[in-house]
């Protein structure tokens, strides 16, 4: 694993073992990361950090997503900028295996062009169930992260692999481009117990069926509780 300590490190929210307490005949949906196949690209949003709508859990949503993937024994990647928020011991509190983990950190400029040429070359490899993309605050759609995107939806297609890009915006705002297939905006609430709930809005979903998910429980990272 390559990977660089911020100095401002995330601090994840670590999903609890609640949902596992709930029989099929008690909930009929499925948890999120059972519904994003592989084959497509997922923009996962939520507000601009310090936004006052906040409760944003994108990156919890991300992690929840490579922890499943890595489960199914699928190597994963995540790209960020140089000095990124990552913080490897909250992956690993998270369950986050960092020996099958690659963080890749883009430094040149722009850094957004950077983050897709290193993805469609990791998804080119064959190598790679999950490839993330933190773009950050850098998430309007241009010709050129179409262009990106088309080349990453056939090599996601060609591998069986999934593509999540993480984005900063406002609801309302558009999505990245129109390969994106879906997308979420996870948002933090508190639950009565006083533990994280993340719920699922879906934005966009081209594929038109209905997309029903469980809320995802999650405990309060160390040193947040109350």
Same mark, same amino acid.
């Given at each position: ?108 400029? @722009?850094?957004? !062009? ?10 080119? #490899? %064959? +190598?790679?169930?999950? $490839? /993330? ?58 639950? @009565?117990?006083? !533990? ?10 081209? #594929? %038109? +069926?209905?997309?029903? $998910? /469980? ?12």
């Amino acid at each position: 694993m390559v990977a660089l300590r911020s100095s401002t490190p995330l601090r994840l929210h670590t999903l609890e073992p609640a949902n596992s307490h709930e029989s099929p005949h008690e909930n009929p949906h499925e948890n999120l990361v059972e519904r994003l196949l592989p084959g497509r690209i997922v923009e996962c949003s939520g507000p601009l950090s310090g936004s006052p709508e906040g409760g944003s859990a994108r990156t919890s949503t991300a992690v929840r997503l490579l922890r499943h993937v890595q489960a199914q024994g699928d190597t994963a990647a995540w790209i960020q900028r140089a000095g990124g928020p990552l913080f490897p011991p909250d992956l690993h509190e998270a369950g986050i295996d960092l020996d099958a983990l690659v963080v890749v950190h883009i430094a040149t400029a @722009p850094a957004r !062009a950077g983050m897709c040429k290193a993805a469609e070359l990791l998804l080119r #490899s %064959g +190598a790679f169930g999950l $490839v /993330v993309l933190d773009l950050e605050d850098d998430a309007t759609g241009t010709p050129a992260i179409s262009a990106w995107l088309g080349r990453m939806l056939g090599l996601a297609r060609q591998h069986d692999a999934r593509v999540v890009l993480l984005t900063e915006k406002p609801a309302h705002a558009d999505s990245l481009g129109t390969l994106v297939g879906m997308r979420i905006e996870p948002r933090r609430r508190r639950d @009565p117990r006083g !533990a994280f709930v993340v719920d699922h809005h879906v934005i966009k979903n081209k #594929s %038109g +069926a209905p997309f029903d $998910v /469980v809320p995802d429980a999650y405990r309060h990272p160390d040193g947040i509780g109350p």
